[in-house]
């Protein structure tokens, strides 16, 4: 029996909208709950890529997903996302995150242009916050707004949304193609 994802991450699953095929970016992915939901959806190309700065994150990761990362569906990459490097350029059809605070708490230190050169030309970024109804996403911050402006300043990305339609607010972005 697969264990089941927290509520946040099973509401997230959908909106990446994959088809199984994508080279995928996953920012902060300890303890990697969101890459056993993903990984058994991947074929041909499909492949995840779990990024954490922890190395007991990155341990978590790779022992809840030990099938996935054999069978070279998942790879776990211990680095902090402020330290990663545009190469090689538009290796990822998307990258996302959930709960990853330095898009508003720290925007300078997000790194934006560099996931934006990591996206393939058309590629999505999706950026998610809150654990559910009333959980305080962003201690009372428009947590939306402050995201968002930190992705429209990279010029290299578009089409900048934010729905918090949901218990789970969803801020998006493309690359230009």
């Known amino acids: 029996m697969s264990e089941q ?3 946040h991450i099973a509401r997230l699953i959908p909106r990446l909208e994959l088809t199984g095929t ?7 992915a ?3 709950v969101a890459v056993a939901a993903i990984g058994p959806q991947l074929t041909g190309d499909g492949h995840l890529t779990a990024l954490d700065r922890s190395a007991v994150g990155v341990r978590r990761i790779r022992e809840r997903n030990r099938a996935l990362v054999d069978a070279g569906r998942v790879s776990v990459v211990e680095q902090d996302l402020t330290t990663l490097a545009p190469e090689p350029p538009g290796r990822f059809d998307l990258i996302f995150a959930s709960n990853v605070n ?4 720290h925007p300078r230190k997000a790194n934006v242009d ?3 050169a990591l996206l393939a030309p058309g590629g ?3 950026l998610f916050y809150g654990y559910g109804p009333g959980d305080g996403a962003g201690s009372g911050r428009d947590t939306g707004s402050l995201v968002a402006a930190t ?4 010029a ?3 089409t900048v949304t934010v729905d918090d339609a949901g218990p789970t607010l969803q801020v998006s972005a493309a690359q230009k193609g």
Request: charge should be neutral.
């Open 22 to 28: 994508e080279r995928i970016l996953e920012l902060g």
């Open 151 to 154: 992705l429209h300043d990279c």
């Open 30 to 32: 300890a303890p990697g």
């Open 102 to 105: 330095v898009f508003w708490t």
């Open 124 to 126: 999505r970024l999706r």
């Open 114 to 116: 560099v996931l934006a």
């Open 156 to 158: 290299a990305l578009t």
């Open 5 to 7: 994802p927290p509520p």
